[in-house]
């Protein structure tokens, strides 16, 4: 428990961050779930702008390293490629 002022208000912070993150990071799974579960070539192709823009939003923010962003983005592509052979 918070024993002073500025401890309350850290907590409230905290776990606003802790939402938007858990949001940003929902959305960001939910985006590259689409490219790597299309059916066909087209429909992950449509998809694979959006997928890419929200793992680089979820980089720059800090949600996820820069490392796993450019991970998931190359999962992303090599997928997309593998599909439309």
Do not use: C, F, W, Y
């Amino acid at each position: 428990m918070a024993n002073s002022k500025q401890a309350e208000k850290r907590i409230r912070q905290n776990e606003k961050a802790r939402e938007r993150n858990k949001r940003m990071r929902t959305s960001m799974r939910t985006a590259v779930k689409s490219v790597l579960r299309a059916q066909t070539p087209e429909e992950a192709q449509k998809n694979l702008p959006a997928a890419m823009k929200k793992v680089d939003k979820a980089a720059k923010t800090g949600v996820i390293h820069a490392n796993t962003a450019a991970r998931k983005k190359g999962q992303l592509a090599r997928a997309v490629a593998a599909l439309s052979k």
